[in-house]
T-cell receptor, first 117, second 110 residues
Framework: GAVVSQHPSRVICKSGTSVKIECRSL??????MFWYRQFPKQSLMLMAT?????????EQGVEKDKFLINHASLTLSTLTVTSAHPEDSSFYIC?????????????FGAGTRLSVL | RKEVEQDPGPFNVPEGATVAFNCTYS??????FFWYRQDCRKEPKLLMS???SGNEDGRFTAQLNRASQYISLLIRDSKLSDSATYLC???????????FGGGTRLMVKP
């Protein structure tokens, strides 16, 4: 099946640091990638939709200036958490959309666990 | 009302049992439906798509009821390795956004 690589898998940083997370589709081109956040014992919450070559679409309540998304190519999207604070500690997961025939599937990265001290 | 709702569980079942989960969705125009499995602290992985006619993959059967707006997942002959959280996912009618249910936790015991 399609593979999505997400890096890094784990980040521990000091408050005020900016953290960059990469999401790559390894064997398919993804015009659309998605970024999710998951708090303990909760489901995935969509943060933003990343479209190649255009601005990301953010969900209500997600600060676009804090969570910078860049989708510079058909295989790479990045999420930068700027000036991270302890409340940003969470599990961040990306997914890449694959359209094959009549199947519309999301393939997920392995996630990035962010801990802000 | 949430767009996609699931009973959070946990469902505690013995090995070999049959267990079923339901998931209701509020948007009648929703286009596609999936079940994902998520193990603790890991990313969700696609378990199976849900087709209108119902579909089966080994011990797993998925069904869609558009009239009542729910999908179901049936697991037969439960294994210890089936213990996980099962996420119901609905794609909107524009086909560009997933909405996750809150997940149902399954624990299969020896």
């Amino acid at each position: 099946g399609a593979v999505v690589s997400q890096h890094p898998s784990r980040v521990i940083c000091k408050s005020g640091t900016s953290v960059k997370i990469e999401c790559r589709s390894l064997d398919f081109q993804a015009t659309t990638m998605f970024w999710y956040r998951q708090f303990p014992k909760q489901s995935l919450m969509l943060m933003a939709t990343s479209n190649e070559g255009s601005k990301a679409t953010y969900e209500q309540g997600v600060e676009k200036d804090k969570f910078l998304i860049n989708h510079a190519s058909l295989t790479l999207s990045t999420l930068t958490v700027t000036s991270a604070h302890p409340e940003d500690s969470s599990f961040y997961i990306c997914s890449a959309r694959s359209l094959t025939g009549d199947m519309d599937i999301q393939y997920f990265g392995a996630g990035t666990r962010l801990s802000v001290l | 009302r949430k767009e996609v709702e699931q009973d959070p569980g946990p469902f505690n079942v013995p090995e070999g049992a049959t267990v079923a989960f339901n998931c209701t969705y509020s948007n009648s125009a929703s286009q596609s439906f999936f079940w994902y499995r998520q193990d603790c602290r890991k990313e969700p992985k696609l378990l199976m798509s849900v087709y209108s006619s119902g579909n089966e993959d080994g011990r797993f059967t998925a069904q869609l009821n558009r009239a009542s707006q729910y999908i179901s997942l049936l697991i037969r002959d439960s294994k210890l390795s089936d213990s996980a959280t099962y996420l119901c996912v609905v794609i909107n009618n524009a086909g560009n956004m997933l909405t996750f249910g809150g997940g149902t936790r399954l624990m299969v015991k020896p």
